[in-house]
């Protein structure tokens, strides 16, 4: 196992993720408890020490489980991080009640890591409502009184969000969980965000390495460009030797749904073995190629923009548009559309095509609104 060092501690670079638990009959909420702790104790026997779970994870039930599996081992041998989830309104003004019931589930008194959970256009203004909802003093007194270890965040949301979380609270956060892999990279403005944490030289941790499972197999033609390359490597290793290239990764998680998906993430993170310059360059023109199928070809020009008579941001929502057709489905443009005041949804457009007649592009704007809002209803 590869092991990084953060502050005085040695992390495993590949942190068990819980988020995708093995399930029974297909149910997301029920837990094969049996095939889960097996599989916890094949990561602690293998090196494992970072467990990462979350208030919502399995219908709430991830914590539950997880507390089982770890109650079974000495506290000071493994890491573990949950989340205040602020994803959910709901839960704005409860972050003393969760973070109780948090430590009653998962049988600890206190955690070593905890994060302020996704950081989002939906709930940027709670997050930053100190003085409405007490998330941010409460987290820091926990972490005052030795019950969080490490506070940190983790962020869904686009830059101006990214910079404004981390304008207010960036001084006190110890590590950011990004969503970062070869395909957002650029799709998602993984570049642009690691650069900036990593200013603030805040540790990245990633989530969803192999996006949900898509990077785990390839289209044939890409496959045999990565063979040619490496021939004895999985494909979905791929994701993670990308991940090893990046400067300032020091956490990988991965949500691990079967004891064989475990066991060949445990083989790949025997090494460290980052991508040299031509590699790097083959998966990323891969990476073009696959997102150009379903999207749309906006570069942000904003020549749209000052044509629009509705002044709506016809690229952020182009790039909603396309994260979410790509995706298909998810929760990321649902969530950002929700925190848009109705007049600059994409149900606003007036499909007076003014935005088309000045677009390099040549994209059928007002056909892609409409296509948006049926996707998402």
Request: glycine share 6%; with cysteine; charged share 25%.
């Amino acid at each position: 196992m590869i092991y990084k060092s953060f502050q005085d501690i040695s992390l495993s670079q590949l942190g068990f993720g819980s988020m995708r638990l093995p399930v029974i009959d297909g149910d997301d909420s029920r837990i094969d408890e049996p095939a889960a702790l097996d599989m916890v104790d094949t990561a602690m026997k293998n090196g494992i020490n970072y467990f990462d779970t979350a208030w919502g994870y399995h219908g709430e039930n991830s914590e539950l489980v997880m507390g089982k599996a770890l109650s079974r081992y000495p506290r000071e041998s493994f890491f573990l991080a949950t989340k205040f989830p602020g994803y959910d309104p709901a839960n704005w003004g409860k972050v003393e009640e969760i973070f109780e019931t948090q430590l009653n589930k998962l049988q600890v008194e206190y955690f070593d890591f905890y994060l302020f959970h996704n950081v989002c256009e939906m709930n940027i203004d709670a997050y930053l409502d100190d003085e409405k909802y007490h998330i941010y003093s409460y987290l820091m007194e926990q972490k005052k009184n030795g019950r969080i270890k490490h506070l940190g965040f983790s962020c869904h949301g686009n830059m101006p969000v990214l910079k404004r979380f981390l304008d207010a609270y960036g001084k006190d956060m110890e590590f950011c969980q990004l969503q970062l892999n070869y395909l957002d990279w650029t799709f998602q403005q993984g570049k642009e965000k690691v650069e900036l944490v990593s200013k603030q030289n805040i540790p990245v941790w990633v989530m969803e390495p192999l996006r949900g499972g898509k990077l785990s197999g390839l289209a044939p033609e890409y496959e045999g460009k990565l063979k040619a390359l490496r021939p004895d490597e999985e494909i979905s290793a791929w994701a993670f030797r990308f991940l090893q290239s990046i400067p300032g990764v020091t956490m990988i998680l991965s949500g691990m749904s079967d004891a064989d998906q475990l066991e060949k993430n445990l083989a790949t993170f025997e090494k460290d073995l980052p991508l040299n310059e031509s590699e790097m360059n083959t998966l990323l023109s891969i990476a073009e190629k696959m997102l150009s199928v379903g999207t749309v070809p906006c570069t942000a020009c904003h020549y749209c923009v000052s044509h629009c008579p509705m002044e709506l941001d016809i690229p952020h929502l182009m790039s909603l548009y396309n994260e979410h057709a790509y995706t298909g489905g998810g929760f990321i443009a649902p969530m950002a559309l929700s925190a848009l005041p109705p007049e600059k949804q994409p149900s606003a457009c007036l499909h007076c095509r003014s935005c088309e007649q000045v677009c390099p592009q040549q994209i059928k704007i007002s056909e892609v609104m409409t296509d948006f809002c049926e996707k998402v209803g």
